[in-house]
């Protein structure tokens, strides 16, 4: 059924082209009589069929078809006839194409001839073309040689393309140029190739692209177009590459050891015609380095002639030129930068031979001392170089730091320089090395007392009228200072007596105001030597300056008259009548007295020794009462001598007569016990005149001062005595009779002041201290002092509490008193009672008022398995090694065996948990927040329990604990500096006014050279960084201090 409709639609499609195919232009007439001209019409070419039907023809009429104007025409025509038809058929033999009549304009000529006569019927038929034919191209390649030299726009080469099509439309071609087209050429619509940029040899050399001619009904032909572009010479040399580097071993010659990015070439611009190039240096930078090299003209191999120094430089830039072998105008540059490689011919360079540095003594460990830099000329400098420094007292880091090691101190007293050869090497394997010397200078810092060189033996002036402005020179002192420069300047100045006495700059003292020997023979005096530096260090003792005698008093007789009654019958030769007795306040020879008469006497002989009045007559030419009178003198042994004189009266008695007065005892001994009352008595004498009309009166002839002697012979003391002061005075008391002339005699009485044990004296009865609560362990808050009044046992006193307390402790041979627990005070102000004892037990108090004051930073806390007894003797230890792991200053505030306020400081259990509280100090005194440390205790816990280890050994176990308290607020920079400085300072310095004056009044007493900060306790002056206090001192000299207070 499909089958037979398929070929159904066969025959419908053939009998449909069958008629047109048979289908008739047109019918025209035909005339041989006259002849005719007709048009048929109008066909598409590529018709087949009938094209006319000729009617109108004769019998006779007997038509030919011939050609007219185009031949052509003919040649697709037919004439189709019969004779018994009437008509005549016109056909085509072939199918009509326009083309073929292209030359008569696509119209087909034809001519029907009738024969007789000869006329023309001519017919015309236009053959319509239709667009069957492409265009195509003459050739199929087109190919062309262009100058780059030709000028933009230029037409260099015509495609041409034909199409067959007779019409113009149909005829109609399109050229363009096929993707990708080149930017360089385009193509005009007549075919002609066109020139659109300048052309570029060394660009492209050739340029090969599609042409395309295409009608107006996408018919179309390609054809190939190459030009060739032809190199012209106007191009210079080129390198490949602007810039080469190139580099080779300093002190080496020859080529480079390497050129990147490749070797040197250059080449004619035009490469098409390549010319070979000139390679020569153009210039090198810097230019003295020119002549160093070398390049070979052909190759451009560029050699060192002359070996270079990379420390002299490191880098060079030669130019390069190469030029064009055929002109010379033509030429390139490039740049060649030659590094000189590095090669270890330098050793390393101090930048000093030799350095000079200063550093203190009391530097810490690990102090920076200088650094010293070291250049080295090859590449790297020192980069890898290292130090060698052979010494105890300092090392030298990789940085060339010189510090002070962490095991050593310096002590300008024992080294007061160091001399090190410091080694630098460049490189450890051989490296080359140079040495430096370093001279470290110590410099001093006061922490040496002065010392009094040892004083002379006798110190003495002689007793005068002596002024400021004329001074008396005792003697010269001196004192040294272990330290230097303004440290060991040393001032000595007097501190006691300083209206008498002061020192001249070269250290020798001077009496600057009247001394009587008689009025003071001895004066203790108190000198300080003090240093110039800062704090002032200082030393006290004490010199004994005797006062020597000076002539400047005359003997004085104990009495202006002696007189003697004896009977003329009773004398004896060679009996003592009268005993004179002088004085002389003098001393010496100046007090040594010879006694004469003024005139001579026949009867009784005066000692010149004992005073002694002797008998020389046996009176047997005194017959009657005689008075004898004289005049004796007493002349001491000056220069110039001094004298007395006393009237003597001996009255010869013819008649016997008691008339003598004399003491019951030659010489008398009485004691008194010291510091007795006004008025106390101290003894009696008794003088007899052997006559119950005389009556006696007493004199007290020496020391009237001191004791008094009344009508009754009962001697007193006027005032209290002081053994320590004076242990015996001789008295002389001389008894007088009613008499006239009165008799007299004399008697000694020897007084021994008894020693009573006296209490010790505090210098004050209350001592005030202040202190922080975070104050620690052991830390001194006042310095309690006494002194016995008993000779040389103030330094036997022994210092205690009077009630034990955990909080307090006090040393008991210096009277420091510390704080054991600064925390555990519950009241702002706490009392206390501190006795000083001496030997015998007998003792006195003072009071100690203590303000704590609360801080805003609080302590940290751990616990150790320890004990406590033992954790208290490991205090300083432990100190250090937790300030080694946290990297702060610790102090320890205190010590307990239960986590709580109450101390058992003092009771020494042996519980096995201590409880440690401390704070931590930052390296400018600030105090570490206890949650800072707290944060780094924990952190850290490892290393503290390795480090503490080493102290209290294995097994140690600690644990952080919560601290006492927390502060909630950043910590202020408060520092230990503190603590108790002003109250304390006031103190010692209020003080220190009667420790002097009872050095002074002290006699007997040791003048061995002390320490003024010890035996005297004068204001502190240097203080140790372990004490955390900047006490902020008056730094004005020590007298300055106490005569300000006096």
């Known amino acids: 059924m499909e089958k037979m409709d398929f070929l159904s639609i066969l025959f419908i499609l053939a009998c449909l082209h069958v008629h047109s195919a048979r289908s008739v232009i047109g019918t025209l007439p035909i005339d041989c009589a006259a002849g005719t001209n007709g048009r048929i019409g109008n066909i598409q070419e590529g018709y087949e069929g009938v094209v006319e039907i000729i009617t109108n023809i004769g019998p006779d009429d007997r038509l030919v078809l011939e050609s007219y104007l185009f031949p052509i025409g003919v040649t697709y025509l037919e004439l189709i006839y019969s004779n018994e038809d009437s008509t005549h058929t016109v056909q085509t033999v072939k199918p009509l194409d326009a083309d073929?009549?292209?030359?008569?304009?696509?119209?087909?000529y034809y001519s029907l001839t009738c024969p007789n006569p000869l006329l023309k019927n001519i017919r015309t038929l236009k053959v319509q073309d239709v667009n069957d034919n492409p265009p195509i191209f003459q050739s199929k390649t087109y190919s062309a040689t262009v100058s780059e030299t030709t000028a933009v726009g230029s037409d260099v080469l015509r495609v041409i393309a034909e199409d067959a099509d007779v019409s113009p439309e149909n005829s109609n071609i399109t050229y363009s140029i096929l993707p990708?087209?080149?930017?360089?050429?385009?193509?005009?619509?007549?075919?002609?190739?066109?020139?659109?940029?300048?052309?570029?040899?060394?660009?492209?050399?050739?340029?090969?692209?599609?042409?395309?001619?295409?009608?107006?009904?996408?018919?179309?032909?390609?054809?190939?177009?190459?030009?060739?572009?032809?190199?012209?010479?106007?191009?210079?040399?080129?390198?490949?590459?602007?810039?080469?580097?190139?580099?080779?071993?300093?002190?080496?010659?020859?080529?480079?050891?390497?050129?990147?990015?490749?070797?040197?070439?250059?080449?004619?611009?035009?490469?098409?015609?390549?010319?070979?190039?000139?390679?020569?240096?153009?210039?090198?930078?810097?230019?003295?380095?020119?002549?160093?090299?070398?390049?070979?003209?052909?190759?451009?191999?560029?050699?060192?002639?002359?070996?270079?120094?990379?420390?002299?430089?490191?880098?060079?830039?030669?130019?390069?030129?190469a030029t064009q072998q055929d002109d010379a105008s033509k030429t390139a540059n490039a740049v060649v930068s030659v590094t000189i490689e590095d090669v270890n011919d330098n050793p390393p360079k101090f930048d000093q031979d030799e350095y000079t540095v200063s550093i203190l003594e009391n530097s810490l460990q690990d102090q920076l001392v200088l650094q010293i830099k070291v250049t080295d000329l090859d590449q790297g400098g020192f980069s890898k170089g290292n130090f060698i420094m052979?010494?105890?007292?300092?090392?030298?880091?990789?940085?060339?730091?010189?510090?002070?090691?962490?095991?050593?101190?310096?002590?300008?007293?024992?080294?007061?320089?160091?001399?090190?050869?410091?080694?630098?090497?460049?490189?450890?394997?051989?490296?080359?090395?140079?040495?430096?010397?370093?001279?470290?200078?110590?410099?001093?810092?006061?922490?040496?007392?002065p010392q009094f060189l040892p004083l002379p033996e006798i110190i003495e002036i002689q007793e005068g009228?002596?002024?400021?402005?004329?001074?008396?020179?005792?003697?010269?002192?001196?004192?040294?200072?272990?330290?230097?420069?303004?440290?060991?300047?040393?001032?000595?100045?007097?501190?006691?007596?300083?209206?008498?006495?002061r020192f001249r700059e070269d250290g020798?003292?001077?009496?600057?105001?009247?001394?009587?020997?008689?009025?003071?023979?001895?004066?203790?005096?108190?000198?300080?030597?003090?240093?110039?530096?800062?704090?002032?260090?200082?030393?006290?003792?004490?010199?004994?300056?005797?006062?020597?005698?000076?002539?400047?008093?005359?003997?004085?007789?104990?009495?202006?008259?002696?007189?003697?009654?004896?009977?003329?019958?009773?004398?004896?030769?060679?009996?003592?009548?009268?005993?004179?007795?002088?004085?002389?306040?003098?001393?010496?020879?100046?007090?040594?007295?010879?006694?004469?008469?003024?005139?001579?006497?026949?009867?009784?002989?005066?000692?010149?020794?004992?005073?002694?009045?002797?008998?020389?007559?046996?009176?047997?030419?005194?017959?009657?009462?005689?008075?004898?009178?004289?005049?004796?003198?007493?002349?001491?042994?000056?220069?110039?001598?001094?004298?007395?004189?006393?009237?003597?009266?001996?009255?010869?008695?013819?008649?016997?007569?008691?008339?003598?007065?004399?003491?019951?005892?030659?010489?008398?001994?009485?004691?008194?016990?010291?510091?007795?009352?006004?008025?106390?008595?101290?003894?009696?004498?008794?003088?007899?005149?052997?006559?119950?009309?005389?009556?006696v009166s007493y004199n007290m002839k020496s020391h009237k001062h001191v004791f008094s002697v009344d009508g009754e012979g009962t001697i007193k003391a006027l005032r209290p005595l002081d053994k320590e002061e004076e242990e015996w005075y001789i008295l002389t008391v001389e008894a007088i009779d009613s008499r006239t002339p009165p008799n007299t005699a004399e008697t000694t009485v020897n007084v021994q002041v008894e020693n009573v044990n006296e209490a010790p004296v505090f210098d004050t009865e209350i001592y005030e201290a202040a202190i922080f609560s975070i104050s620690p362990y052991k830390f001194p808050i006042v310095k309690v002092q006494a002194w016995d009044p008993d000779v040389g046992e103030s330094s036997e006193l022994q210092y205690s509490l009077r009630e034990s307390t955990t909080l307090l402790d006090v040393e008991a041979s210096t009277g420091q008193v510390y704080v054991l627990d600064a925390?555990?005070?519950?009241?702002?102000?706490?009392?206390?009672?501190?006795?000083?004892?001496?030997?015998?037990?007998?003792?006195?108090?003072?009071?100690?008022?203590?303000?704590?004051?609360?801080?805003?930073?609080?302590?940290?806390?751990?616990?150790?398995?320890?004990?406590?007894?033992?954790?208290?003797?490991?205090?300083?230890?432990?100190?250090d090694s937790m300030g080694k792991v946290l990297g702060w200053t610790v102090k320890i505030l205190s010590v307990r065996a239960e986590?709580?306020?109450?101390?058992?400081?003092?009771?020494?259990?042996?519980?096995?948990?201590?409880?440690?509280?401390?704070?931590?100090?930052?390296?400018?005194?600030?105090?570490?927040?206890?949650?800072?440390?707290?944060?780094?205790?924990?952190?850290?816990?490892?290393?503290?329990?390795?480090?503490?280890?080493?102290?209290?050994?294995?097994?140690?176990?600690?644990?952080?604990?919560?601290?006492?308290?927390?502060?909630?607020?950043?910590?202020?920079?408060?520092?230990?500096?503190?603590?108790?400085?002003?109250?304390?300072?006031?103190?010692?310095?209020g003080t220190l006014v009667l420790t002097i004056v009872h050095l002074v009044k002290k006699k007997g007493t040791d003048s061995d050279r002390q320490s003024l900060n010890t035996a005297v306790d004068l204001p502190e002056r240097r203080h140790s960084i372990d004490r955390l206090a900047d006490f902020n001192t008056d730094q004005e000299p020590i007298k300055d201090e106490v005569t300000e207070k006096l």
């Not at 190739?193 to 395309?212: D, E, G, M, P, S």
């Not at 990015?261 to 930078?285: F, H, M, R, W």
């Not at 009392?831 to 609080?858: M, N, Y």
């Open 390 to 449: 052979d010494n105890s007292t300092f090392a030298i880091n990789s940085q060339g730091i010189i510090s002070l090691q962490r095991n050593a101190s310096l002590d300008r007293e024992t080294a007061d320089n160091y001399t090190i050869q410091v080694v630098a090497v460049d490189q450890p394997v051989d490296g080359l090395s140079s040495t430096a010397q370093v001279i470290i200078t110590v410099l001093d810092v006061n922490d040496n007392n």
């Open 899 to 989: 986590d709580g306020n109450e101390m058992r400081t003092i009771l020494r259990e042996s519980t096995a948990k201590t409880y440690i509280s401390f704070i931590a100090m930052d390296s400018s005194g600030a105090l570490i927040q206890a949650t800072v440390v707290k944060e780094k205790l924990n952190s850290k816990n490892e290393d503290l329990t390795f480090e503490l280890e080493k102290v209290f050994g294995p097994g140690l176990v600690i644990k952080v604990e919560d601290s006492s308290g927390d502060s909630g607020e950043s910590s202020q920079a408060v520092t230990i500096a503190l603590i108790a400085v002003s109250v304390v300072l006031a103190v010692i310095i």
């Open 180 to 321: 990708p087209a080149p930017d360089d050429f385009e193509v005009r619509s007549d075919g002609n190739i066109r020139l659109k940029q300048r052309l570029n040899y060394n660009n492209a050399q050739q340029h090969i692209f599609t042409v395309q001619a295409k009608d107006i009904g996408e018919l179309s032909d390609t054809t190939t177009v190459t030009i060739t572009v032809e190199d012209f010479d106007n191009l210079n040399p080129y390198f490949d590459h602007s810039l080469y580097k190139a580099s080779i071993e300093e002190n080496q010659v020859g080529q480079f050891s390497e050129v990147t990015p490749e070797a040197i070439k250059a080449q004619d611009g035009d490469t098409g015609i390549n010319e070979p190039v000139v390679y020569s240096i153009k210039s090198v930078l810097p230019n003295e380095y020119q002549s160093n090299f070398d390049i070979d003209q052909n190759s451009g191999v560029i050699s060192v002639k002359t070996a270079l120094d990379r420390e002299e430089i490191d880098q060079i830039t030669v130019h390069i030129q």
């Open 508 to 695: 020798t003292l001077l009496a600057i105001e009247e001394l009587d020997r008689e009025t003071q023979d001895v004066y203790e005096v108190v000198i300080v030597a003090m240093d110039h530096g800062m704090p002032q260090g200082n030393n006290i003792t004490t010199v004994r300056v005797s006062i020597t005698d000076v002539n400047d008093n005359a003997p004085v007789f104990s009495s202006d008259t002696y007189s003697k009654s004896i009977l003329v019958k009773d004398a004896k030769v060679g009996e003592v009548l009268l005993m004179l007795s002088a004085t002389d306040k003098d001393a010496g020879n100046n007090a040594l007295i010879s006694y004469s008469f003024s005139e001579g006497s026949s009867i009784v002989a005066l000692d010149a020794d004992t005073g002694d009045i002797t008998l020389t007559s046996d009176l047997s030419e005194v017959t009657e009462d005689t008075l004898l009178t004289l005049t004796a003198i007493a002349t001491d042994h000056g220069t110039p001598p001094e004298s007395d004189e006393a009237e003597v009266l001996i009255y010869f008695k013819i008649a016997s007569l008691v008339e003598s007065v004399s003491f019951e005892s030659s010489s008398y001994k009485f004691t008194i016990k010291e510091n007795e009352p006004e008025a106390s008595i101290v003894g009696k004498v008794k003088a007899l005149t052997e006559s119950p009309l005389a009556t």
């Open 465 to 501: 009228a002596y002024t400021p402005s004329s001074p008396g020179e005792v003697c010269e002192i001196s004192a040294t200072d272990a330290d230097i420069g303004d440290n060991g300047r040393v001032n000595i100045t007097t501190f006691s007596y300083s209206n008498f006495f």
């Open 823 to 879: 925390s555990s005070f519950k009241d702002n102000l706490f009392t206390s009672q501190v006795k000083a004892t001496d030997k015998h037990g007998l003792f006195t108090t003072t009071t100690l008022q203590i303000e704590v004051k609360e801080s805003a930073q609080r302590d940290s806390v751990i616990s150790l398995n320890q004990p406590l007894y033992i954790v208290e003797k490991k205090i300083p230890e432990m100190e």
């Open 100 to 108: 073929v009549l292209k030359e008569s304009g696509g119209v087909l």
